[in-house]
């Protein structure tokens, strides 16, 4: 036993959350996210079965997962950059809204009940699966994008919305750019850049406005980032995240995009559900 929970248990836990490392760090090099969408769910199960209070395990889950994905994040842009397809007047465009974007998230997380990022996810991964399932490239807003004042609004929504979702905005912004009309294979690897400030700015954030509700986290946690999370699950989706990387500039992507869709359904069912 340990804290109360049986070994074996434990073991399968930290099994689970390796392998949701591996899936994140595929996911963030192939398609330039976080893998937040991943870390969620399976750490919103590990806390459940640990004990942690339902008002404070959402945001834990959240916090932990920008954490995770900070250096998966990192390593998925150097790769991308090496590649030459970072489109850096995005990056000058997003980074500072997409900053504070992050920064209203984290002061959300501090007063707001786990409702508000249930729901925020279920919306979120929702519209990103079906935009993958069903949209495919058919979407689009024109050949070019847009003004400074449009772009200024898209990088702090993207900021916001991963901030909540716990992601790094990786799949939002995405989208976005391949609205505009952008080849996926520069939109993937901006995304990836995007996601750097965000996931530092959200680290901080998270850390800070968990501290108050200090008392009722579980061991080795500071503010709502659990340690022992990141540190099981942060090595493994950092090392794999290279290999999504080359994978995103050889491979046909169209049957994992309908995989992760399902997958975001699948979870969205499961937090809709939880709501009632």
Not at 46 to 63: H, I, K, N, S, T
Not at 195 to 216: D, E, F, R
Request: hydrophobic share 55%.
């Amino acid at each position: 036993m340990l804290l109360g929970v049986p070994l074996s248990e434990i073991v399968w836990l930290a099994l689970a959350i390796v392998i949701g490392g591996v899936i994140t760090g595929i996911l963030a090099g192939l398609f330039g996210i976080g893998g937040g969408a991943v870390i969620v769910p399976v750490l919103y199960e590990v806390f459940r079965v640990l004990g942690v209070p339902e008002e404070v395990r959402m945001q834990l889950c959240v916090g932990t997962s920008i954490a995770i994905i900070l250096p998966t994040t990192v390593r998925s842009y150097l790769t991308h950059r090496e590649k030459g397809l970072v489109i850096a007047r995005v990056i000058r465009l997003w980074a500072l809204p997409a900053a504070i974007g992050v920064t209203c998230g984290a002061v959300i997380a501090a007063f707001a009940p786990p409702v508000v990022f249930k729901i925020a996810f279920v919306l979120i991964a929702s519209f990103i699966a079906s935009k993958f399932l069903f949209a495919g490239d058919r979407w689009n807003l024109g050949t070019d994008l847009p003004g400074a004042v449009p772009m200024t609004l898209y990088g702090f929504t993207i900021g916001l919305a991963g901030s909540l979702m716990g992601v790094s905005g990786g799949s939002l912004s995405n989208i976005v750019l391949t609205l505009y009309g952008k080849p996926i294979h520069n939109a993937v690897a901006t995304s990836a850049g995007l996601g750097v400030p965000i996931t530092v700015v959200g680290t901080a954030g998270y850390m800070l406005a968990g501290l108050p509700h200090q008392a009722l986290l579980p061991p080795f946690s500071l503010g709502f980032i659990s340690l022992i999370g990141v540190a099981v699950m942060a090595p493994v989706s950092s090392f794999t995240a290279p290999y999504g990387a080359r994978l995103a500039h050889r491979l046909s992507r169209r049957r994992l995009e309908i995989a992760f869709s399902i997958f975001l359904l699948l979870v969205s069912a499961r937090f809709l559900v939880s709501l009632f």
